[in-house]
């Protein structure tokens, strides 16, 4: 789950996976930002 914290920017508010090695995956742990990039395709 993501939380938007700007226009283009979110903070990782939850895993949720059946897989136990995804909560250990750095990059993807919770409080962790990411910056969004969409693109709308035709």
Known sequence: MLRLTGEKKGEI???ISSNPQDYLDTP???G???ELNLELKK
Do not use: D, H, I, S
């Open 13 to 15: 508010a939850r895993v």
């Open 28 to 30: 993807y742990q919770p």
């Open 32 to 34: 962790t930002e990411v």
